[in-house]
């Protein structure tokens, strides 16, 4: 997620950093900014938490480029 990737790193916050702070695994998140695990929707919730956003903000760009392919 392009997205996600690029409001993670404005924030100079790392892969560890937002594993600790979601108290979820390291690979766990990588997978997640990667698209290579499922993102739950509380998940979403949490992760939109993070960055003052409400999770539709967040995805709702990955999903709509998703539906035009």
Known sequence: ????????????LSYEDM???????KSYYWQLEHKNRRLSYDMAKDIAHI???KPDDLF????????TL
Do not use: C, H
């Open 19 to 25: 594993a600790k702070i979601l108290k979820i695994s």
């Open 51 to 53: 960055f003052q956003l």
């Open 60 to 67: 709702y760009e990955e999903f709509q480029k998703e539906e």
């Open 1 to 12: 997620m392009e997205k996600l990737k690029n409001l993670r790193e404005q924030r100079k």
